[in-house]
């Protein structure tokens, strides 16, 4: 199994980022994909998912922010993020949970967002 984050950076306040996850290795049709995030001495924050069958999921703190999508030919899981804040700030790693059971990480991508 393997997954990979792109597409972080510095980026100011208001902007925007989208963040790429490629996976490979196992079946990703039929896995939940999930972002979450972590800042440097604080806990693992879970920031959005998505379902096999689409459905969504978004933490309250990035909700009407960001969006995320996933595109099953590509085995690709993205996340858009607008509006983005200095607390928005982390590095940000991709979630594979496969087959219900079986959690799988990136390396993760830093994202700051600052002026």
């Known amino acids: 199994v393997q997954l990979v984050e792109s597409g972080g950076g510095l980026v100011q306040p208001g902007g925007s980022l989208r963040l790429s996850c490629a996976a490979s290795?196992?079946?990703?049709?039929?896995?939940?994909m999930s972002w979450a995030r972590q800042v440097p001495g604080k806990g693992l924050e879970w920031v959005s998912g998505i379902w096999s069958d689409g459905s969504t999921y978004y933490a309250d703190t990035v909700k009407g922010r960001f969006t995320v999508s996933r595109d099953n030919a590509k085995e690709t899981v993205y996340l858009q993020m607008n509006s983005l804040k200095p607390e928005d700030t982390a590095v940000y790693y991709c979630?594979?949970?496969?087959?219900?059971?079986?959690?799988?990480w990136g390396q993760g991508t830093q994202v700051t967002v600052s002026s």
């Open positions: 979630n594979a949970r496969v087959w219900g059971v079986y959690n799988y």
């Open positions: 290795g196992f079946t990703f049709s039929r896995s939940a």
